[in-house]
């Protein structure tokens, strides 16, 4: 018997792949620094996991398929302080931010349609685009232009007839650029003459560094009915394995659409619901030290990698990634050879290959994306660890 062509072909992660390796590490006695993966290391907030303890369900019940009413109306408030005219019946909450991607590919989309998505990008989206069976077409950026987005020819210029639809991510996950207003009214214009759905991940909407302005999709009004927006509470508090999302749409026929989808996985799980209730009652004030925690790792970072010779990199602008081009030839082999090979006194470092980033096979090969989730202290040495070892590895494979 053979299984099918979606479950044969459908890309494992290029983060999470490599783990059985870092666990082998382990065993031997390594300490690893885990900064291929995007978990952070601060708290979770002492509310969400009060919502956990106080539980005086007595019976463990199902749900609504689209969420708790009092969960929505929290998110749809937290959206209105941003300014963004949105009620509950915009909002279908979903089992991460995950589920909330598959669904809106599958809202948009039927099989062998077409999504534009830039990259490098989150790698995750191959696997709900399988699940999907739609095919992202790939619109590639350039770390020496800052992975800003193309002119307005370039990214028509993969429109298709079978293009359903645009995808950006802003703060973006893995590059870490924050798009201009300019550039999303850029392709706002596009979707609108188009006739194209737009699709925005901003679940790192709150991670902007150096004063700059996050500018979400919600703002442009012309296109609010071809707006999908994808939420999740994992990185913006600290929340990564209760996995709650959201997708926001102000499109009734998505929003019917989505909740079929949601009733078709019966619900999302109850005690989850309520402690994301808590957290989106916290209030912006809660992100204020949060946001200066990683914009000090993120200097640090940029800092320490700038005294390594013959990369090159931009410095993240949010989200807390960056992707960097090693003089090396094969990054995963590379990351390979950290987990298995290389030690310095006892420690190694793990980062994430960056070829899974990419659609396009010649892309990434290069590149590697780190996460900055770890604390000033253990970052700087994960750093200085990584540093030792992209040198022994050069003195060996060059």
Not at 14 to 32: N, T, Y
Request: with cysteine; charged share 25%.
């Amino acid at each position: 018997m053979e299984i099918s062509k979606r479950g044969r072909e459908i890309q494992a992660s290029p983060i999470r792949k490599l783990k059985p390796l870092a666990d082998q590490a382990r065993q031997k006695g390594i300490k690893v620094y885990f900064i291929n993966i995007g978990q952070p290391d601060i708290p979770t907030p002492k509310p969400v996991w009060d919502a956990f303890c106080q539980a005086q369900e007595e019976v463990l019940s199902y749900g609504p398929a689209q969420g708790l009413p009092e969960l929505r109306e929290a998110i749809a408030n937290y959206y209105r302080t941003k300014g963004h005219d949105l009620n509950s019946e915009n909002i279908v909450v979903t089992i991460g931010g995950s589920e909330a991607i598959h669904f809106a590919f599958s809202a948009v989309s039927d099989p062998g349609g077409s999504i534009i998505i830039p990259e490098p990008y989150y790698t995750n989206y191959n696997g709900y685009a399988s699940f999907a069976n739609v095919n992202i077409i790939p619109l590639t950026l350039e770390v020496e232009k800052g992975f800003r987005l193309p002119s307005r020819e370039k990214i028509e210029s993969k429109i298709t007839p079978e293009t359903k639809a645009i995808l950006l991510c802003s703060p973006n996950n893995p590059t870490g650029t924050v798009y201009t207003k300019e550039e999303i009214a850029r392709v706002v214009e596009i979707v609108g003459q188009k006739d194209l759905f737009l699709i925005a991940d901003e679940v790192y909407n709150e991670f902007i560094y150096d004063g700059l302005h996050h500018t979400s999709v919600l703002e442009f009004e012309e296109v609010k009915d071809r707006t999908i927006v994808i939420d999740s509470i994992s990185k913006r508090f600290s929340c990564c394995g209760a996995r709650i999302g959201a997708v926001i749409t102000r499109n009734e026929e998505i929003y019917q659409a989505v909740l079929k989808f949601a009733q078709a996985r019966l619900c999302p799980p109850t005690m989850e619901q309520k402690a994301a209730l808590r957290a989106y009652q916290l209030g912006p004030e809660y992100f204020q030290s949060i946001r200066q925690e990683y914009q000090k790792r993120r200097d640090l970072l940029y800092q320490e990698l700038s005294q390594i010779p013959g990369i090159i990199m931009h410095k993240p602008q949010g989200a807390f990634y960056i992707i960097v081009r090693l003089p090396i030839k094969n990054s995963e082999h590379f990351v390979r050879w950290m987990l298995t090979e290389f030690e310095l006194d006892g420690e190694t470092a793990m980062v994430a290959p960056a070829q899974g980033f990419y659609a396009s096979p010649d892309k990434g090969r290069d590149e590697i994306r780190i996460a900055y989730v770890l604390k000033e202290e253990d970052l700087r040495r994960a750093i200085h660890v990584f540093r030792e070892g992209l040198k022994k590895y050069q003195s060996i494979y060059s």
